[in-house]
């Protein structure tokens, strides 16, 4: 199989596994494969394979059969944990693989596990291992990584017209949220706007000094209220954040699961973050967003940006770099040059965009 992406002749696949072992935003991008081949193959058996910590995020999809479960800093660690994983993946006996995101390790158990047909992609050191590849190079390829995902399932013979993602939101997830909101004073229809400060690494962020003045000027000038999202270990942003306001946020950093912030940016008029998981979860559910990007060419967004809304998105005004040197940098940190009133008006276009917001309000 080439990049041509013709269905191997006389071939159907039977029990598919689909494996995407990174973060959550990278999962987010994935999922629309389970439909792709859920269309093309409707008696087949469709598992996903994933990190322990983004499960929740394929719990209850409607084109998954099984989630699978790598736990490589845990119960799959070493060699031990690898040999416990391969008996778990040749129990199912696949006869079908798509790797989105290979690695040699993953590469090696799909062989090891006799899975007969075994698609990634062609230009990796290991790509012999798989005997189905894609040749295309994602980095250079200038479009986005959902569509590099979808031209693997293309490449089984399964493609996709129209995106969905049917990310499953159970009802105690939506009764917790709304629990919790009216904790905070936020009754049921009440507009609110999300900010999530962090990344978690994945990319460099914009100051928390922009986030403090626009959560500020959009509580102030829009009568919305202001919810911080985050994880545990981002309390002490989320400290500092708040400590440079001068309005009262509603934080909820550390007190959602991943089925729970579903459910609340299902609810929000808007999120505002970085280039972060939560911003693709929130495409994903439908809510508005304003990304805010930097200029390293692999965090570009034609690849990375929101699904559909690239016009969401702000950068800095400096050509696409591709790497960051830090303190060398004649911009030091370029995120700085995304100013607070560039984001805040792109707020308001967003929120007139999607009718939140009547024009004579703003």
């Known amino acids: 199989m080439t990049s041509t992406g013709k269905k191997t002749p006389g071939y159907t696949p039977e029990r598919i596994l689909v494996i995407r072992t990174d ?41 998954a059969d099984e ?38 390790r993953l590469a090696l158990l799909c062989l090891l596990a006799h899975i007969r047909h075994r698609t990634g992609t062609g230009y990796r050191a290991y790509s012999f291992l798989f005997n189905h590849r894609l040749f295309h190079h994602r980095r250079k390829s200038g479009r986005h990584e959902l569509d590099l995902n979808l031209d693997l399932a293309r490449a089984l013979g399964a493609p996709l017209d129209h995106v969905g993602f049917y990310l499953h939101i159970p009802e105690e997830a939506h009764s917790a949220v709304a629990s919790r909101l009216e904790e905070l004073g936020i009754s049921p229809g009440s507009g609110f706007v999300v900010l999530h400060p962090g990344s978690g690494g994945s990319a460099m962020d914009w100051p928390l000094s922009g986030f403090a003045i626009l959560a500020d000027r959009i509580q102030e000038e829009l009568s919305l209220t202001i919810v911080i999202t985050g994880n545990k270990a981002e309390a002490p942003l989320v400290d500092r954040l708040c400590s440079m306001m001068q309005s009262k946020p509603r934080r909820l950093d550390g007190a959602l699961s991943i089925k729970e912030l579903l459910a609340l940016l299902s ?19 439908g809510c508005p967003v304003v990304g805010l990007y930097c200029p390293l060419a692999a965090c570009a967004p034609v690849r990375w ?58």
């Open 267 to 285: 609810r929000a008029h808007l999120l505002v973050a970085n280039s972060t998981g939560p911003l693709h979860m929130a495409v994903a559910v």
């Open 23 to 63: 973060r959550i935003g990278d999962v987010v991008l994935s999922t629309p494969v389970l439909t792709a081949l859920r269309q093309a193959f409707p008696s087949a058996f469709i598992a996903m394979m994933v990190r322990p910590y983004t499960r929740e995020l394929v719990s209850g999809h409607p084109h």
């Open 67 to 104: 989630i699978l479960l790598d736990d490589g800093s845990g119960e799959h660690a070493g060699l031990a944990g690898f040999l416990r994983l391969l008996r778990l993946v040749r129990s199912r006996r696949f006869d079908t693989v798509l790797l989105l995101h290979p690695s040699l």
């Open 305 to 362: 940006g929101p699904y559909g809304h690239l016009d969401s998105v702000l950068t800095p005004p400096l050509p696409a770099c591709g790497k960051c040197t830090g303190e060398r940098c004649a911009h030091s940190n370029c995120m700085e040059l995304i100013t607070s009133d560039r984001v805040f008006a792109k707020v308001k276009e967003q929120l007139l965009n999607s009718a939140v917001i009547p024009p004579g309000k703003i």
